[in-house]
Nanobody, 120 residues
Framework: QVQLVESGGGLVQAGGSLRLSCAAS????????MKWYRQAPGKQRELIAT???????NYADSVKGRFTISRDNSKNTAFLQMNSLKPEDTAVYYC??????????????WGQGTQVTVSS
């Protein structure tokens, strides 16, 4: 079964850091663009970071300069290093990726989400 599994969320004080991981598992032929989204209570899901298979990255203005997305293709894993965390970063963080599940067949997958809570 192909799936994405996030880990690394938790409770941290403002100014602190967390590192999220997103591991793809199952019978995977390839991994394309990987993304991190977040959704705070009562708000829409927000795209915050993107990394292509070639390593090109893009960030939302709200996290630029504080968050860093990276990937380890040998481990089918993406990471989100979050520094200088603020209470407004509190949200459920989701990983999203384009996964090849058969030759020439690509599908969009979501992880189950991991809670990040930043206390003031």
């Amino acid at each position: 079964q192909v799936q994405l599994v996030e880990s690394g969320g938790g409770l941290v004080q403002a100014g602190g850091s967390l590192r999220l991981s997103c591991a793809a598992s199952g019978n995977i032929f390839g991994i394309g663009t990987m993304k991190w989204y977040r959704q705070a209570p009562g708000k829409q899901r927000e795209l915050i970071a993107t990394i292509t298979s070639g390593g090109n990255t893009n960030y939302a203005d709200s996290v630029k300069g504080r968050f860093t997305i990276s990937r380890d293709n040998s481990k089918n894993t993406a990471f989100l290093q979050m520094n200088s965390l603020k209470p407004e970063d509190t949200a459920v963080y989701y990983c999203n990726a384009d996964l090849s599940v058969a030759f020439g067949v690509w599908r969009d997958y979501w992880g189950q989400g991991t809670q990040v809570t930043v206390s003031s």
